[in-house]
């Protein structure tokens, strides 16, 4: 077990065995480690055929040239983002279903991953568009659509930071985040249904415009994605419910003061009890 | 010559979009991992159950 003289957590009943005991101070457990390790082994191999072993496309339809590696991260990211707001409207479902503090917990998480991914999306299709079409912003429908996409996410995290009540914050967090993600579908088919810059679909079509090595990176630089965004929600839902334990904890030690307010001479201990 | 320079400048930019992606991420997840250990040794022992 792991132990420290100050926390002895690794002796502790509810603090996991095996692969899931947690890191005395941290998030991380045996578990998430080992996968976090197998998670950077794959970001250097993805790299490595990403930049060195692929090479540049000269013959597809479209004829990126060595502009395609950034296809290799631009889509990959994109998928991530659509991942984890599919993951953030399911768990707020199933919050207003079920009103169990784990799927808001489970919501926020994805959510924040989500804002970081929908920008990097953003960003490296703004890279690409400079060189491909000559300006870093154009007010195309997928560019449009994904920008309202952030816009949404980041409003959906200003309103749970803007809710001191846990229950309300998190009822309300629910609500916004099934409508925002609505606009999920819009982003996807905003392509085709709507004419704009931006090209079609690449791989989720029956033939996909690249093959060989090329469509091997950007298929496994989708699939690294979704594993990072795995180890980003182990480690982000644990960081919110360590958060949810503390904000408990200093709700009940309110609620005791309070109490300790209403009786006369009632003190509180530094550890929350009335004497 | 002017292939040269054409393809130099892509790879600018393709550094530049995975020097983005990769710096994004890694203060994304150093700044997970401080703040888990920083609110993580605050929760009380007996609240410190993760699955």
Same mark, same amino acid.
């Given at each position: 077990?792991?132990?420290?003289?100050?926390?002895?957590?690794?002796?502790?009943?509810? @603090?996991?065995? %095996?692969?899931?005991?947690?890191?005395?101070? %941290?998030?991380?457990?045996?578990?998430?480690?080992?996968?976090?390790?197998?998670?950077?082994?794959?970001?250097?191999?993805?790299?490595?055929?990403?930049?060195?072993?692929?090479?540049?496309?000269?013959?597809? +339809?479209?004829?990126?040239?060595?502009?395609?590696?950034? =296809?290799?991260?631009?889509?990959?990211?994109?998928?991530?983002?659509?991942?984890?707001?599919?993951?953030? &409207?399911?768990?707020?479902?199933?919050?207003?279903?079920?009103?169990?503090?784990?799927?808001?917990?489970?919501?926020?998480?994805?959510?924040?991953?989500?804002?970081?991914?929908?920008?990097?999306?953003?960003?490296?299709?703004?890279?690409?568009?400079?060189?491909?079409?000559?300006?870093?912003?154009?007010?195309?429908?997928?560019?449009?659509?994904?920008?309202?996409?952030?816009?949404?996410?980041?409003?959906?995290? @200003?309103?749970?930071?803007?809710?001191?009540?846990?229950?309300?914050?998190?009822?309300?967090?629910?609500?916004?985040?099934?409508?925002?993600?609505?606009?999920?579908?819009?982003?996807?088919?905003?392509?085709?249904?709507?004419?704009?810059?931006?090209?079609?679909?690449?791989?989720?079509?029956?033939?996909?415009?690249?093959?060989?090595?090329?469509?091997?990176?950007?298929?496994?630089?989708?699939?690294?994605?979704?594993?990072?965004?795995?180890?980003? =929600?182990?480690?982000?839902?644990?960081?919110?419910?360590?958060?949810?334990?503390?904000?408990?904890? %200093?709700?009940?030690?309110?609620?005791? +003061?309070?109490?300790?307010?209403?009786?006369?001479?009632?003190?509180?201990?530094?550890?929350?009890?009335?004497? | 010559?002017?292939?040269?320079?054409?393809?130099?400048? +892509?790879?600018?930019?393709? @550094?530049?979009?995975?020097?983005?992606?990769?710096? &994004?991420?890694?203060?994304?997840?150093?700044?997970?991992?401080?703040?888990?250990?920083?609110?993580?040794?605050?929760?009380?022992? +007996?609240?410190?159950?993760?699955?």
């Amino acid at each position: 077990m792991t132990s420290t003289p100050t926390d002895p957590v690794g002796t502790h009943p509810t @603090a996991g065995s %095996g692969l899931f005991r947690m890191h005395p101070d %941290g998030t991380a457990s045996r578990g998430s480690r080992i996968y976090g390790i197998l998670v950077l082994v794959g970001v250097i191999v993805f790299l490595a055929v990403a930049l060195l072993f692929s090479p540049a496309d000269t013959g597809s +339809e479209n004829r990126m040239g060595d502009m395609i590696r950034i =296809m290799y991260v631009h889509v990959p990211v994109a998928v991530a983002c659509y991942t984890a707001f599919l993951v953030t &409207a399911v768990s707020s479902i199933a919050y207003l279903w079920k009103r169990t503090e784990g799927w808001d917990l489970l919501a926020v998480a994805s959510a924040e991953i989500g804002v970081v991914f929908t920008a990097l999306t953003l960003a490296t299709g703004s890279i690409w568009g400079h060189i491909a079409w000559g300006t870093w912003w154009e007010w195309d429908a997928r560019l449009t659509s994904t920008l309202v996409l952030l816009l949404l996410y980041l409003g959906y995290l @200003a309103l749970r930071g803007s809710i001191a009540d846990p229950t309300v914050r998190a009822r309300r967090a629910a609500v916004l985040g099934i409508v925002a993600f609505l606009n999920v579908p819009i982003v996807h088919f905003s392509v085709t249904w709507w004419r704009g810059l931006h090209q079609d679909a690449t791989v989720s079509r029956l033939d996909p415009t690249i093959d060989g090595l090329k469509l091997f990176a950007l298929v496994f630089g989708m699939v690294l994605s979704v594993a990072l965004f795995v180890w980003f =929600m182990i480690h982000r839902f644990r960081l919110h419910y360590a958060a949810a334990r503390l904000e408990a904890v %200093g709700f009940d030690r309110a609620l005791a +003061e309070r109490r300790a307010e209403g009786r006369s001479g009632g003190t509180i201990t530094p550890e929350g009890s009335i004497t | 010559m002017t292939t040269l320079v054409l393809a130099q400048n +892509e790879w600018a930019y393709v @550094a530049g979009g995975y020097g983005v992606t990769v710096g &994004a991420l890694l203060l994304f997840t150093i700044s997970t991992i401080v703040k888990g250990r920083r609110i993580g040794r605050q929760v009380p022992v +007996e609240e410190r159950r993760w699955l």
